[in-house]
């Protein structure tokens, strides 16, 4: 059993112990069942896909801000990861670091 089913599982017996509502953890048990399906290959191709960019750029903004770095030192984090997500795919990302 991976994570993602881990996961999933919890939810399925929080709605059975009423700690949470069957249409809140329906969605999330269906997120989690079709992730327990993927291998890291899926999830870099869900990532290439740029699904995920706004989020990803979000989260590196906010992380930007929060460490206190200089707003041109943190545009230029933002433009290298705006040049990675054009120029790279995720398993080069991953397998590079």
């Given amino acids: 059993m991976n994570g993602y089913e881990i996961m999933a599982a919890?939810?399925?017996q929080m709605v059975k112990q009423g700690r949470i509502d069957k249409e809140t953890a329906d969605k999330e048990i269906r997120i989690y069942d079709f992730l327990a399906t993927c291998d890291t290959e899926d999830i870099c191709r869900?990532?290439?896909?740029s699904a995920f960019n706004d989020i990803i750029?979000?989260?590196v903004e906010t992380a930007v801000k929060n460490a206190d770095i200089d707003e041109d030192a943190g545009e230029k984090v933002v433009?290298?990861?705006c040049y990675l997500f054009d120029e790279k795919t995720a398993r080069q990302v991953l397998d590079g670091r």
């Fill in 46 to 49: 869900m990532v290439d896909s």
């Fill in 79 to 81: 433009a290298q990861l």
């Fill in 10 to 12: 919890s939810y399925r």
């Fill in 57 to 59: 750029k979000a989260f």
